[in-house]
């Protein structure tokens, strides 16, 4: 017979009264409120969804030869870390200021920002000194081609991708990106604060764009903010080392680069200083010297830049030649004197394939 509601009752309070019961409903209770917990957490710019991105097939903007000056420059360096100037510890204004207005006098056709161009991405005021310290060059009428960087996502990540497209409307609803420059460049821009490895969005992209180059193509630009080749650091900054984000992506450089008729060149950031490496014939940059903090570097065998100069403030301007890609490396002389200079401390060539030389 079914007992009363007393008695049942009774049998519940005795059999949770239990003290290995009450650990159990513990230890249940418990791991629930961590899964609840793991779930909410917010999102970060490596989990928002780019399934609906923009992430078309061939290039997102074409610039045409006639459009473009003879020879094709172009300026490429990172990490300025745009805000209020009265911010003189996490950025330094002056330097800056004062790169902005020395690119402005190469007179490139572009500037390819290499991240981390605000200092705080959820701070749209970071963007209004953007505009205003840049005015240089809307005046010469220079392209600006932005990349990602993981200052850009300081804050809530959606809403501070919404103020990148803000400031940067062509990009909307981009993350990464291509563009066409004349007839013989392609710039390839991508998002290392989301996945790169393969399979994800963006490296089936990345194939596809490399896979379906133009025959005029004669020199591939890859710029992002994470470095894939870096000096491997063991004391200091040892967390800015390459990460296997971007090591994939040096992986599929590697081997795209053997069947790629044109020649790759990688300009990154995020560490603010310079180097330069070639891997399996892809020549790779970091270019972080645009004003934030410079970092120290330890510098490995690999990198063929040997000067053990410090700070590193500087930019990479990029010369498309007949037969060669030139770069040189511009750095400020002395960031302390009052009338600051820029001396030419690295060159190199990034040099057409054999079967690409007319």
């Not at 007992?3 to 005795?14: D, H, K, L, V």
């Not at 459009?67 to 300025?80: K, S, V």
């Not at 919404?162 to 991508?190: C, H, K, T």
């Not at 300009?267 to 180097?275: K, L, Q, R, T, V």
């Amino acid at each position: 017979m079914r007992g009363t509601g007393c008695e049942s009752a009774s049998r519940m309070m005795i059999v949770t009264s239990s003290p290995w019961i009450r650990f159990g409903l513990f230890l249940a209770a418990a791991f629930f409120a961590a899964v609840l917990t793991a779930f909410a957490q917010p999102p970060t710019a490596a989990t928002l969804p780019t399934d609906r991105l923009l992430s078309e097939p061939g290039p997102a903007f074409r610039i045409d030869d006639h459009q473009l000056p003879n020879p094709l420059t172009l300026i490429a360096y990172g990490d300025q870390r745009f805000t209020d100037p009265a911010n003189t510890r996490q950025t330094n204004p002056r330097i800056r200021q004062w790169l902005v207005k020395q690119i402005a006098k190469e007179h490139p056709a572009a500037v390819i920002m290499n991240g981390d161009v605000p200092l705080a991405g959820n701070v749209a005021n970071d963007y209004v000194v953007f505009q205003a310290e840049t005015k240089p060059w809307r005046e010469l009428h220079m392209r600006v081609f932005p990349t990602l960087g993981n200052h850009e996502f300081r804050g809530d990540p959606q809403a501070a991708l919404e103020d990148w497209w803000n400031a940067f409307p062509e990009m909307r609803n981009r993350r990464w990106y291509s563009a066409q420059l004349g007839s013989r460049v392609y710039l390839i821009a991508l998002d290392s604060d989301t996945s790169l490895l393969p399979g994800s969005d963006q490296a089936r992209w990345l194939e596809k764009q490399i896979d379906g180059l133009p025959p005029s193509i004669d020199f591939v630009i890859v710029t992002l903010h994470h470095p894939p080749v870096a000096d491997i650091q063991q004391h200091i900054e040892v967390d800015h080392n390459p990460r296997p984000n971007e090591i994939a992506l040096r992986d599929y450089l590697s081997k795209a680069a053997r069947s790629c008729h044109a020649s790759l060149l990688v300009s990154a950031g995020h560490i603010h200083n310079y180097e330069r490496s070639v891997v399996e014939g892809v020549t790779y940059l970091v270019s972080g010297g645009g004003g934030a903090p410079p970092y120290f570097v330890e510098r490995t065998p690999e990198d063929f830049y040997k000067s053990i100069l410090f700070p590193n403030y500087h930019y990479v301007k990029l010369t498309v030649e007949k037969d060669r890609l030139h770069a040189a490396m511009y750095r400020v002389e002395n960031p302390e004197i009052e009338n600051l200079t820029v001396e030419l401390k690295d060159s190199f060539d990034v040099v057409l394939k054999p079967h690409s030389l007319p």
